[in-house]
């Protein structure tokens, strides 16, 4: 992570991996996803979620075509 690195939206991290904004919200209920809240807003750097995503905490769900949060 940069400190020149962008927050992104709920709208902008979902886009980046591709999956809804449905599911971000899920994961931000069960805490699975690393986020920051900022007033109201949830705020992502897509450096952490990225990270998050490569050290296998969320895998590939075949069945829903979406990245599915461990369970640890």
Same mark, same amino acid.
């Given at each position: 992570?940069?400190?020149? *690195?962008?927050?992104?939206?709920? %709208? *902008?991290?979902? $886009? #980046?991996?591709?999956?809804?904004? %449905?599911?971000?919200?899920?994961?931000? *209920?069960?805490?699975?996803?690393?986020? #920051?809240?900022? $007033?109201?807003?949830?705020?992502?750097?897509?450096? *952490?979620? !990225? %990270?998050w995503?490569?050290? $296998?905490?969320?895998?590939?769900n075949? !069945? #829903?075509? %979406?990245?599915?949060?461990? !369970?640890?």
């Open positions: 992570m940069t400190s020149d *690195e962008r927050w992104l939206s709920v %709208e *902008e991290i979902a $886009g #980046h991996l591709g999956i809804s904004k %449905e599911t971000v919200y899920r994961w931000l *209920e069960k805490k699975k996803i690393p986020a #920051h809240r900022v $007033g109201k807003l949830w705020k992502f750097r897509a450096s *952490e979620v !990225d %990270e995503v490569s050290s $296998g905490t969320a895998s590939f075949k !069945d #829903h075509g %979406e990245i599915a949060a461990q !369970d640890r």
